[in-house]
């Protein structure tokens, strides 16, 4: 069993930048792929990226991609999400996600346990 909490959303205005953590429990967090999505409101949640558990097989989405930053610290037990060039429509509650999976994986129903999510809130 793996249990997983976000922090470090919050309010940031257009072009700002947050770090959003989520802190794992258990003893095989590095064996995990570690994922951050997000869900917008009215909107399905969608893939934001994904690390696996060395860290050589990392994926993001387009709508990201030069802009947010994956990373991972498996003596800590956490994976982080840097934000930064924030636009307004990257407002959204930010869930991070672990998976079984030895690559990064894209598949939300890859992932075999998520946190509670923290809200990120972008103003223009």
């Known amino acids: 069993q793996v249990q997983l909490v976000e922090s470090g959303g919050g309010l940031v205005q257009a072009g700002g930048s947050l770090t959003l953590s989520c802190a794992a429990s258990g003893r095989t967090f590095s064996s995990y792929t570690m994922g951050w999505f997000r869900q917008a409101p009215g909107k399905e949640r969608e893939f934001v990226a994904a690390k696996n558990w060395n860290g050589g097989n990392t994926y993001y989405a387009d709508s990201v991609k030069g802009r947010f930053t994956i990373s991972r610290n498996n003596a800590k037990n956490t994976v982080y999400l840097q934000l930064n060039s924030l636009k307004p429509e990257d407002t959204a509650v930010y869930y991070c996600?672990?998976?079984?999976?030895?690559?990064?994986?894209?598949?939300?129903?890859?992932?075999?346990?998520w946190g509670q999510g923290t809200q990120v809130t972008v103003s223009s």
């Open positions: 996600a672990a998976s079984r999976s030895t690559l990064a994986t894209m598949t939300q129903n890859q992932y075999d346990y």
